[in-house]
């Protein structure tokens, strides 16, 4: 099986939700931190409005600052006609629109419905198309809603056949709640990918009930080889209930290294990344191995009593 591709969605997914401001240049720093350790893309930010985001609003100062590595493509949320012509101006390589599979979801998330939103991707696509610029359609609750309970998988279908009909070019497929189980996983990645044979699908996965590792595993046995996942395991949907942090990025690496499958990832540089983070956000991170270690780490025998 081909290397995986992480996917890191700190500085956007993590730092949006976060209590006070993380200044720009100390952005730019972790970013260029992250794009050293063998990470395939990074979510930079969102060019979303400030009065929605206020944490987000040096969107154009992080991008134009940060460095630029071969190999590590900069993506950023886009939700929007406007938000899509700022992220051309600063010379992405790819945007990401967001929507939900869920009438009640994107009213709450977006103040839109899933056709709204179609609707809306119609017109972003037809001003990026040409431009070189990757498209790619998060969608949101794919694995059920808070408010509306089960998400059907003819629904994620239907939604899924009418992005690519539009012109976007890779799919993430996201439990925005954490709702999913490795069973639900399995049997959702293996239909999609039968069904849109060649189709880059990206797992974006919430560790809210404490099986995002499991279910990111799940998906790997069935062929997904794209994961998002969160330093330190930042994040959460600020708009779904009880929606805590992404599947943590060091963790993530850590199990599958520790599997033998190849991430691509130096995992002691992430490490080291996501320990500058109580600092910069003012608080502990919910990840694991950066408190523990790698398994594989050994201690010296306690002195004898």
């Given at each position: 099986m081909e290397t995986l591709q992480i996917n890191e969605v700190a500085p956007r997914d993590g730092f949006q939700s976060e209590?006070?401001?993380?200044?720009?240049?100390?952005?730019?720093?972790?970013?260029d931190a992250l794009t050293a350790t063998g990470i395939a893309r990074i979510?930079?930010?969102s060019f979303v409005s400030p009065k929605a985001i206020p944490n987000l609003r040096d969107a154009a100062e992080?991008?134009?600052?940060?460095?630029?590595?071969?190999?590590?493509d900069v993506t950023v949320l886009v939700p929007n006609l406007k938000g899509a012509e700022r992220a051309l101006a600063c010379g992405v390589d790819e945007i990401n629109l967001v929507m939900s599979a869920s009438d009640a979801h994107g009213r709450a998330n977006l103040r839109m419905?899933?056709?709204?939103?179609?609707?809306?991707?119609?017109?972003?696509?037809?001003?990026?198309?040409?431009?070189?610029?990757?498209?790619?359609?998060?969608l949101s609750t794919a694995f059920g809603c808070p408010f509306e309970?089960?998400?059907p998988e003819a629904r994620v279908f239907d939604l899924i056949e009418q992005q690519?009909?539009?012109?976007?070019?890779g799919v993430t497929l996201c439990d925005t709640t954490g709702v999913a189980n490795p069973v639900q996983v399995s049997a959702l990645c293996a239909q999609v990918l039968k069904h849109f044979p060649g189709v880059p699908f990206t797992l974006h996965f919430h560790n809210t009930r404490g099986m995002g590792l499991a279910n990111a595993l799940a998906a790997w046995q069935v062929g997904i080889t794209r994961f998002d996942a969160s330093l330190g395991g930042l994040g959460g949907c600020p708009?779904?209930?009880g929606a805590t942090g992404n599947v943590c990025t060091e963790d993530l690496v850590h199990m599958f290294e520790q599997m033998g499958v190849n991430t691509g990832v130096n995992l002691p540089a992430l490490l080291e990344a996501s320990a500058t983070l109580p600092d910069l956000i003012g608080h502990d991170?919910?990840?694991?191995?950066?408190?523990?270690?790698?398994?594989?780490?050994?201690?010296p025998l306690p002195a004898q009593a």
């Open positions: 209590s006070r401001f993380i200044p720009t240049d100390q952005k730019v720093a972790l970013i979510e930079a930010t992080v991008v134009s600052a940060i460095q630029r590595r071969q190999g590590v419905t899933p056709d709204a939103s179609l609707q809306q991707f119609a017109n972003i696509i037809n001003t990026v198309r040409g431009s070189g610029v990757f498209i790619n359609a998060s309970g089960n998400v690519l009909a539009l012109g976007v070019e708009f779904a209930p991170t919910p990840g694991q191995v950066g408190k523990a270690g790698s398994a594989d780490r050994r201690h």
